[in-house]
């Protein structure tokens, strides 16, 4: 069982950028597709967005479109979620996600391995 540790949360400003990471603990992460989710206070996980095994497909909730990036460097079992023009509305905890590639049930917020979460929060 792939177990996926996030990191790069905190506060920022609206307007602001910053940079998560999801760290793997073992090689077979490069078997899944992934993806990051959010929950804000009170809120259902939300998908937010998702990557292919190779990184040549990816796809994002509109709401994110052009703001965030999702990336991933299978040599480092490593997932990112770069975040730019950061507002009030994405604040939440982030998770990433490994599991087949099923934006369906993403949309549902379902995946088969989670991370414990990182909490970003967006405020002036």
């Known amino acids: 069982q792939v177990q996926l540790v996030e990191s790069g949360g905190g506060l920022v400003r609206p307007g602001g950028s910053l940079r998560l990471s999801c760290a793997a603990s073992e090689s077979t992460f490069r078997n899944y597709a992934l993806a990051w989710f959010r929950q804000a206070p009170g809120a259902g996980r939300e998908f937010v967005a998702g990557?292919?095994?190779?990184?040549?497909?990816?796809v994002y909730t509109d709401s994110v479109k052009g703001r965030l990036t999702i990336t991933r460097d299978n040599a480092k079992n490593t997932l990112y979620l770069q975040m730019n023009d950061l507002k009030p509305e994405d604040t939440g905890v982030y998770y990433c996600?490994?599991?087949?590639?099923?934006?369906?049930?993403?949309?549902?917020?379902?995946?088969?391995?989670w991370g414990q979460g990182t909490q970003v929060t967006v405020s002036s």
């Open positions: 996600g490994a599991g087949p590639w099923d934006p369906r049930s993403w949309s549902r917020g379902q995946m088969p391995y």
């Open positions: 990557i292919s095994w190779s990184g040549s497909n990816t």
